[in-house]
Every structure is written in C-alpha cells, then in structure tokens.
C-alpha cells in the first residue's frame, strides 16, 4: 500500500474562500513534510515543508498542519486565487531527515483543486 | 532564480528502442534525482545519485535503467529497450537542501 495519500481527488472553491487539503501519511518515522504544487505541463514546486518536530508552520498565504498523533498534513491556502488552481501533492522523507544531503521522497496521488472566479 | 532544466520536453519512441532524457541541474547542488509519474498518478523515486554513482534505486530503476553525468552540468537517464509501460512524465530533480524539479519530459513509447 502506499505510504502517503489524500483523502480528496478533488477540490473546488470559490475564489477568495479558503481552501484546506488534506493528506494522510502512515509511516511514523517519516521526520520531514513537503507540500508541492504542480500546473499542467510542470514539474512539483515547492510551496511549504515542516519538520516532525513542528505542528505548524505558516509561509504567505499558506499554512501547514501536522498531527503526529492521527497521522495526518494539511495545507491551508487563504484567500484562494485563481493561480493557485492546480494539483497539490503532499510528500514524506521515508526515515530521518537531517537537513541536507540526499533523501528520497514519497508523493501522495494528489488532489486538484479548482478555483471558480 | 536558478533551474533544473530538462530536454526534450516531449519524446516519442518506438518500443524497444532505446531513449536518453536529459537534464542540468542547478549548478551548486550535489545531489540528483529522477522521478517518474505516470498520467494521472502519483510521483514515483526512481534513482538518487551523488559523487558519480548512485545512491538509492527504487524497484522501478530496473537493468534496463542507467544514469550518468557525463561532464560537470549534465544528468541523463537512459532507458535501454523502451517498453509501452515506461510512457509518463519524468523529472530530474536536484537539491543541496530543499529539492528543485524540472519541468520534466514527457516519455510516450509507441
């Protein structure tokens, strides 16, 4: 089975609505969370990450939750715009991750989200 | 702001021939990678590499798998006898710290 997945295939929200993506991972030594953001014909970008020892972290206009205990990310967009319509993918280091140097990421399938103007 | 650059962006071969994808990662990174997705499914680890060879391979990254870097700026990944299953996206990446991809190339074997 997979070690990362999402609940939603996906999502559409109106634009200025908060969005709220969610992902579960079922590997409790993962030590390091990714969220990317892929456009159609593109490779992931990086939009927001969080060390296991965090439950929050916040970048501008998004924001990242991290519950150890239930096992489960989730990325908070505010203010939704269009641009921000793609595929957004969460992303776990299997082991521990130390901060540099080479690490293999496990994506989850992805969920797209939708903004209608 | 710097770019892991990946060509072609489009490949189309015939099966059983054998393809070369090519990528220049950013120039101060020490680390590489290939991932693969296919349509409509998630991002798939195939090989990390660092100091000239290779460090971690996923069950993907078969024999008929290599990678390389031939000089100081290229990566390729080279796929011996393309099979109709190894169409999808493939994206090199690279990182010192945080990784950054490619747009990737888009692999259809026919």
């Known amino acids: 089975g997979e070690s990362v997945g999402l609940h939603l295939p996906t999502l559409s929200v109106q634009e200025g609505d908060n969005s709220i993506i969610n992902c579960a991972y079922s590997?409790?030594?993962?030590?390091?969370f990714i969220w990317y953001k892929q456009e159609s014909g593109k490779g992931p970008q990086f939009i927001i990450d969080?060390?296991?020892?965090?439950d929050k972290r916040q970048g501008q206009r998004v924001t990242v939750l991290l519950n150890k205990t239930v096992k489960h990310l989730s990325l908070q967009i505010a203010a939704t715009q269009p641009g921000d319509s793609a595929v957004y993918f969460c992303?776990?280091?299997?082991?521990?991750?130390?901060?540099?140097?080479?690490?293999?990421?496990?994506f989850g399938k992805g969920t797209k989200l939708s903004v209608i103007p | 702001e710097p770019e892991v650059t990946q060509t072609p962006s489009h490949q189309v071969t015939q099966m059983g021939q054998e393809v070369i994808l090519r990528c220049v990662p950013i120039?101060?990174?020490?680390?590489f990678y290939w991932y693969r997705q296919i349509l409509g499914q998630k991002v798939e680890f195939l090989v990390s590499?660092?100091?000239?060879?290779?460090?971690?391979k996923s069950e993907i990254f078969d024999d008929q798998f290599s990678v390389e870097r031939p000089d100081g700026s290229n990566f390729t990944l080279k796929i011996r006898s393309t099979k109709l299953e190894d169409s999808a996206m493939y994206f090199c990446?690279?990182?010192?710290?945080?990784?950054?991809f490619g747009s990737g190339t888009r692999l259809t074997v026919v």
């Open positions: 992303a776990e280091t299997l082991g521990s991750y130390s901060g540099a140097g080479s690490y293999q990421l496990t």
């Open positions: 590997n409790s030594a993962s030590d390091y």
């Open positions: 969080i060390r296991s020892n965090m």
């Open positions: 120039s101060n990174h020490l680390y």
């Open positions: 590499f660092y100091n000239n060879e290779i460090s971690e």
């Open positions: 990446a690279s990182n010192r710290v945080g990784y950054t």
